[in-house]
């Protein structure tokens, strides 16, 4: 009995022993730290026959593409509250509590979605800006990473101004004034440039990206300082700073225009620069490797199509019925402009076999009628806007059997873009809308599109060139700004005078996300 | 005579006897009444050498000189008896009054019912509610006070929310423990309703805290059926034949009203909802066989489901075996309990979204063209509801296996020890085909195969001692021990399309093209393996009685996690309570009983995924190789904690005739766990989980019990159980959030529900509806009078906002009332259930109520009495915000048992026949007016649903719900 006692105290005693007090947690399916992959060379993206280097600093690059061509992200924060595109309520469809039809009509609020989202996602990047460059680099993948971030501080500076600059990841920093952002991302692109290489290469930055960025940034200074002209670091007038930045890219040699527009198998014309193959397109200073494949985030034929597009180009998710674009704004191209045929879907619709397609839910009230046809105009903005109502987004062609996420690159920058920034600087530099050597440059563009040169130039004039051709760029909401329009009337958008809507608010996720370090814009 | 013969032959099949010496005889009878007593044991003491009584009370042993035999009953107190020189030892058993007071299963033990201080239920079988129940918990609907038990909708592959006084935790788990026959953290889906005796709840903080950092919730111990020592062997059989019909449908337009309402005619009319659904018939069958003698018992059970659902195709076939063995060695001294059971189940899950689309679908639409082909359209978020249940495939395996075994053993009569080792394993293995002809998911990717599969591995060690003694007036009871857990979870998910045929179902997806083509997002391998996860415990307790009427109970554990960051991985959960039996002082004669009792107790709660206190990085082929990062760590996570303090009384009046309980509680729950926003540019991810803020919860609940007729054939038991609790957010990071998206078409970014510091959880938020405008859209009051109306939901919380509480989406009041009746032969049971006091937001009529051109022609139109004329913008408002109060004769059952004294063959024959929601009374025009406690937000046009739910968000009826049933059973209980 005794030796039964013993037995139990002794399992009892084993079971505590076994104490087993180790409480160490092991990740089984992920790292808790970053790794290098042990063959990367498996990584490279068979981007239509073009890879992009296994050089770990992917994580950094991809930051460029996050919402910039899809919805609810920068591509929609910096396009909605413009002139150039709209997403109208079709009764029931696109109401989405308010916050798409707020922004159009400029009736900005901290609570919305898109801005927090588009935020989010900037910031994210500028995280992982941070975590790469921690990671040991050597001079010009810091050269690179850091001029990635500026571009990621560009857009952030541009949409909020007074933002954090955080280079350190987990270090938290004060809130800086919008003044300390510009001097930032200046210092930062110049310091890269020396680091740089000068020769392009597929997916990565050169020198030539961190020009056009400064040439970007120097034409905005006066918007961005308000209205400093002179450039406190050179002495010299902002837009000669931005016509050197953008010379340095013109006299590189490396970028021209590609005047290539083709048809393609929908019937449509399609500018090659913007094309489903536009890889290492001649225009492309920097543009976003998009690819169906590997490199997902770009939606447009979701974004804009009416559902029964799908049947135009096989498409293999079903297209949503949203962006399209203004009636003013596809107006302004001229009949024989060669991108108004080829930015635009406009007119009825075909299925792939070139039958027409029905809308089985069409309404009776449509003049349309069930053949799907695209009119320019759009009845109202909400609540009952008609469902085949207004030109879509048809830059960025589609291709047959187009997946959810589309080939296509997205120009950042690029050479056709960068031209008209160096034209409106010389005009600004020279107070004279008509200078010769600016539209030089501009009429440029317009041969490109099939156009004669502008018969009477003025700042309207070139205003509206600037519009045409960067249009789906997300470029419209900063030349509106600049040109002093952003308040103006258009459509359904009532004109107002608030200049302090020319800066977001701040959205209110990350406000209390921040822990009181950061604070609203003023007006808001 | 058909008692006799099974003593006789549990008497030669299990007793054993050695002829050793010589042989005494004796007769075992009842000390008080005389009655001799079959089946009592008799075993010669400090040997294994034993017998038991015959039908008539007489036994016969043969011992060894100067034997004690020890007789002993079930019920009665144990004697031992010096043989010495007797050849006849007749032996007299007294009454064990505290074997027969009613016994309350505990954390690590039990107590006398009359001894527990803390907010305890015990619910038995003869309470659970009956019918067509597929899973433990809906036995326990309605009848423990604060316990909510939902199941909206009728989904037989669904197994409800169980949630005990409110909530309790944010981010973490927020359903109960459950401790099955002494295993912590088993799963209620291998333990089959015909196989449990009771279930206690234990609902406050000083029962819980035994089980430390995972009693937040409450806990649920699961008491299963034993074989009884000396009773023989007996065989039951239940079965029960069920039919489930839809309760309610959605009122919509018919052909003839579409048409004239605007909507295109496509020329056929069609019953969509009838396309889709059938009458479930449910057939269940329970076997069960058990038995004891003196040392060993046993009971083995099988069970049989094949149950259908109202929705076409949906429901599963089940078998679950189990088997409850004890055995008694070295004269009681050593118990050991083997627990066995296997679930083996085969679903059908189908597809809800077809009761959906059955409601929205165009009702002159043809269900197949004249060539046989599906009518399909490409409609945004509508899709042929018959089409997808007959041509896509959505099933799963599932088997779950329990092993544990218990030694007990009494070292010395005050001392005993005790030993739990038990397994559990779940595996399940699910697959979905949608073929390219299904505009379903499968049009344009040339099909889409799916294929998931699961392992979920728990292990369990604990060892405690128990130690009860007797000092003059004081009784007192210690115990303490160890206790270690280790689970594991991994899993695959494969999902592929471009398949070369439709053939092969899922079994085709190796065939599948997307694996040629490298199409990163159509080619989804998902294997997840969570970090092995442990948890660690000490634990002690301590009960002490006073002079039988003052009751003290005091337990603290400390237990670590491997969840949590390294600093704080350790936590200690004390609980104390103390119970006094006034009337056993104030002698009043109107009161059986009158207890207060006061309980604190402090309890834990854990993140709900492992590895939250660490970073994460993925690697990602794409973009050229990537090295994410990919989850932002907490290293300083903790545990939530949890205090509760709880004050009850239990009275019984009318000698004991109508007796009740009254708790008052307060729960505090600190640094509660969240998935919060945090500065992406600082941590690299928006969200993280963080201890961010405080909730607290106060409530009250009563029952009653009233026999309120017992003569000797007609007694009539009625019962009410009341509860309600409010729970605040007493603290977190920001002032003022909203949740709950409503989601497409067109009503993204529209949170129905706001969250506020200081103010209550459950409000429903948004514009006060006020009329209709010119243009079809619908107007909203000024509600802050400023002149300006700013009702987008985009807008919610802005300074100018016009929004305003609309409802709460939890209820203030919970009611369940029992009522009991047996005349003669019959028995009769009403079971009515209600909640008061909740809102709902009807989501259905939010999006298909206001119709404009477009619309009408997309969607069936959903028209309730309370539809606005000339409304043609769906935005969300006031409008589509609804009381549901409801009262609803929840289960009603009546039986008649058979007289078979007369029939060797059967003990027992009662046939019944039940309904389960006979009627329910309510002003809500949805489905379902039961409350809704958690959300798990929009899913639509073909995607599939993700995500945990958010308990924060209550009160939103979204339109993925499965349609509730009303079932009627019958059914067949036998006993051999």
């Known amino acids: 009995m005794k030796l039964l006692n013993r037995l139990f105290v002794l399992v009892f005693l084993l079971g505590v022993g076994f104490a087993c007090t180790d409480l160490e947690e092991e990740l089984t399916a992920d790292f808790s730290e970053g790794f290098t992959p042990q063959n990367p060379g498996f990584g490279e993206s068979a981007n239509t026959n073009m890879a992009l280097p296994a050089d770990g600093l992917n994580a950094a690059y991809n930051a460029l593409g996050i919402g910039t061509a899809n919805h609810f992200g920068y591509f929609s924060a910096a396009g909605l509250p413009s002139d150039e595109i709209t997403i109208a309520q079709k009764g029931g469809d696109w109401f989405d509590g308010g916050v798409l039809i707020n922004l159009h009509v400029h009736d900005f609020r901290s609570t919305n979605p898109i801005l927090n989202n588009t935020w989010a996602g900037l910031y994210g990047g500028i995280f992982q800006c941070n975590d790469v460059l921690a990671s040991g680099l050597n001079a010009q993948q810091t050269a690179e990473v850091r001029a990635v971030r500026a571009v990621l501080y560009w857009k952030l500076m541009d949409m909020w101004g007074n933002i954090k600059l955080l280079t350190t990841p987990g270090a938290d ?77 013109i006299n590189s040699g490396l970028y021209d225009l590609d005047a290539n527009f083709y048809e393609g198998a929908d019937g449509r014309m399609i500018s090659a620069v913007y094309a489903p193959d536009n890889v290492n397109n001649i225009e492309h200073i920097y543009a976003f490797p998009y690819d169906e494949a590997t490199g997902g985030g770009m939606n447009f034929a979701q974004m804009t199509l009416h559902y029964p597009s799908q049947l135009t180009y096989d498409l293999q998710q079903q297209p949503w019925n949203g962006y399209a674009s203004l009636e003013e704004f596809y107006n302004s191209y001229a009949a024989g402009d060669k991108r108004k045929e080829a930015y635009f879907i406009t007119g009825p619709q075909k299925d792939i076999n070139g039958n027409p397609i029905l809308d089985v839910a069409f309404d009776q009230n449509d003049p349309d009628g069930a053949e799907i046809n695209y009119t320019p105009a759009i009845n109202e903005l909400f609540p009952n806007s008609s469902r085949q109502a207004g030109a879509r987004m048809g830059k960025f062609a589609f291709k047959a059997g187009q997946l959810p996420d589309m080939d296509n690159d997205y120009p950042i920058f690029r050479y056709g873009e960068l031209l008209l920034v160096k034209a409106e600087a010389l005009c600004r530099l020279n107070g004279d809308w008509a200078n010769a050597e600016a539209w030089g440059l501009v009429n440029q563009v317009r041969a490109r599109a099939g156009l004669a040169a502008e018969a009477s130039p003025s700042e309207s004039t070139f205003f509206a060139e600037r519009g045409r051709e960067v249009f789906q760029e997300a470029l419209r909401r900063t030349d509106l700004i600049r040109f002093g329009k952003w308040g103006d009337a258009w459509w359904e958008k009532a004109a107002h005078s608030d200049t302090y809507k020319n800066l977001m608010p701040i959205p209110n996720d990350q406000i209390n996300a921040s822990g009181g370090t950061l604070s609203q814009n003023p007006g808001y | 005579m058909k008692k006799y013969l099974l003593v006789m032959l549990s008497f030669c099949v299990l007793s054993f006897s050695w002829a050793q010496g010589r042989t005494v005889t004796g007769k075992v009878t009842d000390a008080e009444s005389g009655e001799t007593i079959p089946g009592a044991n008799i075993v010669e003491k400090g040997t294994s050498n034993g017998t038991i009584t015959d039908f008539d009370g007489n036994y016969s042993i043969s011992v060894g000189d100067g034997a004690t035999l020890v007789v002993s009953f079930v019920g009665y107190q144990a004697q031992e008896v010096s043989v010495g020189a007797m050849g006849v030892v007749d032996v007299q058993l007294a009454l064990d009054v505290q074997s027969l007071a009613e016994v309350v299963v505990v954390g690590y033990g039990t107590q006398d019912k009359k001894e527990i201080t803390s907010a305890v239920v015990s619910i038995d079988e003869e309470s659970f509610n009956v019918g067509n129940i597929n899973n433990p918990a809906e036995l326990l609907q309605g009848k423990v006070p604060g316990l909510s038990v939902y199941n909206k909708g009728g989904d037989p592959n669904s197994s409800g929310t169980i949630r005990l006084r409110g909530i309790s935790t944010v981010g973490s788990n927020t359903e109960p423990l459950v401790v099955i026959d002494g295993v912590i953290g088993a799963s209620l889906d291998n333990v089959d309703p015909n196989d449990i005796e009771s279930v206690n709840v234990l609902k406050d903080g000083s029962a819980a805290a035994i089980y430390g950092s995972r009693g937040s919730s409450g806990v649920i111990l699961v008491t299963t059926k034993r074989g009884k020592r000396n009773a023989g062997v007996s065989a039951t059989y239940n079965g029960f034949v069920a039919a489930a019909t839809m309760l309610n449908t959605l009122p919509t337009l018919s052909a003839q009203e579409y048409i004239a309402a605007g909507g295109n005619d496509l020329g056929s009319e069609t019953d969509w909802l009838g396309a889709v659904t059938q009458t479930g018939i449910s057939n269940v069958h329970n076997i069960a066989v058990s038995g004891g003698s003196g040392s060993t018992t046993y009971r083995l059970a099988t069970n049989f489901r094949d149950v259908n659902g109202i929705l076409n195709n949906s429901g599963f076939d089940q078998v679950n075996a189990r088997a409850n063995i004890s055995h008694f060695a070295m004269n009681d001294k050593l118990k050991i309990d083997f627990n066995m059971s296997m679930t083996n189940r085969e679903s059908n899950f189908s597809f809800t979204e077809a009761l959906r689309y059955a409601t929205l679908y165009n009702p ?14 490409i409609l945004f978020d509508n899709f042929n509801p018959v089409a997808i249940v007959e041509q896509n495939q959505n099933v799963g395996k599932r088997k779950n296996l329990n092993f544990n075994v218990q030694g007990e053993y009494s070292i010395l009569d005050e001392l005993s020890v005790t030993v739990n080792y038990g397994q559990q394993y779940t595996n399940n293995f699910n697959g979905q085909f949608y073929p390219s002809t299904s505009f379903f998911r499968g049009l344009n990717r040339g099909g889409l195969a799916s294929r998931y599969m699961d392992d979920s591995r728990f292990e369990l060690v604990e060892t405690y001692a128990t130690y009860n003694n007797t000092f003059g007036d004081i009784n007192l009871t210690v115990s303490g021990g160890y206790s270690f857990q280790e689970s594991f979870f991994e899993s695959l998910n494969v999902s592929l399309g471009n398949l070369p045929t439709n053939d092969l179902g899922f079994y085709g997806i190796d065939l599948s093209g997307d694996r040629v083509l490298g199409i990163a997002s159509n080619v989804g391998i998902d294997a997840n393996a969570s970090p092995e996860e442990r948890i660690i415990a000490f634990f002690g307790r301590v009960n002490m009685t006073f002079d039988d009427a003052i009751f003290f109970n005091a337990s603290v554990r400390r237990e670590g996690s491997t969840k949590l960051g390294a600093d704080n991985r350790w936590g200690i959960f004390p609980a104390v309570s103390a119970g006094v039996d006034l009337n056993n002082y104030l002698g009043v004669d109107a009161l059986s009983q009158l207890k207060l009792r006061v309980g604190y107790g402090v309890t834990g709660s854990l993140p709900a995924l ?5 970073d994460a990085y993925t690697y990602d082929f794409a973009g050229g190789g990537t090295v994410n990062f990919a989850r932002a760590g907490n290293p300083d996570l903790k545990w939530e904690e949890k205090a509760e303090i709880n004050v009850g009384v239990d009275f ?57 007729v017992q003569n000797s054939d007609f007694t009539w038991n009625t019962g009410v159980v009341l509860s309600t609790y409010e729970t605040t ?27 506020a510091v200081g103010e209550e959880i459950g409000q429903i938020w948004g514009p006060r509806f006020e009329g209709v405008a010119e243009n079809g859209a619908p107007t909203f009051a000024d509600l802050n009078g400023d002149g300006n109306v700013v009702a987008d939901p985009g807008a919610a919380l802005a300074d100018d906002a016009d929004f305003e509480v609309l409802g709460n989406g939890l209820p203030s009041l919970e009611l369940g009332w029992t009522n009991r009746i047996n005349y003669k032969n019959f028995d009769f049971n009403a079971f009515f259930r209600g909640a008061f006091g909740h809102s709902l937001v009807n989501t259905w009529r939010a999006f298909y109520e206001p119709i404009d051109g477009g619309a009408i022609n997309s969607y069936n139109r959903v028209v309730s009495d309370k539809a606005v004329d000339g409304l043609t913008a769906a935005q969300y408002s006031s409008l589509y915000v609804e009381k549901a109060d409801f009262l609803r004769l929840d289960n009603v059952t009546l039986g008649y048992t058979f007289d078979v004294s007369d029939i060797a063959a059967f003990k027992n024959v009662r046939l019944y026949a039940n309904v389960q929601n006979a009627f329910v009374i309510t002003g809500y025009s949805g489905l379902d007016p039961d409350p809704s406690l958690q959300d798990f937000g929009p899913t639509g046009n073909g995607g599939f649903a993700s995500g945990s739910p958010d308990v924060l968000s209550p009160g939103i009826d979204r339109r993925n719900a499965y349609f509730t049933a009303r079932t009627f059973t019958f059914g067949i209980n036998l006993g051999f």
């Open chain 2, 610 to 614: 492992s590895g939250q206190a660490q």
């Open chain 2, 652 to 708: 019984g009046l009318m000698g004991g005739r109508l007796t009740g309980a009254v708790d008052v509680y307060q729960r505090t729950i600190s640094d509660f766990i969240l998935n919060r926003q945090v500065d992406p540019g600082v941590y690299g991810a928006s969200l993280r989980y963080e201890n961010v803020g405080e909730l607290q919860t106060v409530g009250a609940e009563l029952s009653l019990g009233f026999d309120a």
């Open chain 2, 729 to 755: 957010l007493n603290a977190f990071t920001n002032d003022v959030f909203t949740l709950a998206n409503l989601g497409a078409p067109g009503q993204n970014g529209t949170n129905m529900i706001r969250v």
């Open chain 1, 173 to 249: 920093v004060p809130q800086g004034t919008r003044a300390e952002a510009f001097a930032f991302i200046e210092s930062e692109a110049l310091a890269a440039i020396p680091d740089l290489p000068v020769a392009r290469t597929y997916g990565r930055f050169n020198q030539s990206v961190a020009y056009a960025l400064l040439a970007r940034l120097y034409l905005n200074a006066p918007v961005y300082l308000d209205g400093t002209t002179t450039n406190p670091t050179t002495g010299n007038s902002f837009y000669q700073d931005a016509i050197d930045a953008a010379d340095a890219v």
């Open chain 2, 364 to 377: 002159t639409a043809p269900v197949t063209f004249d060539n046989g082909e599906y009518f399909q359209a």
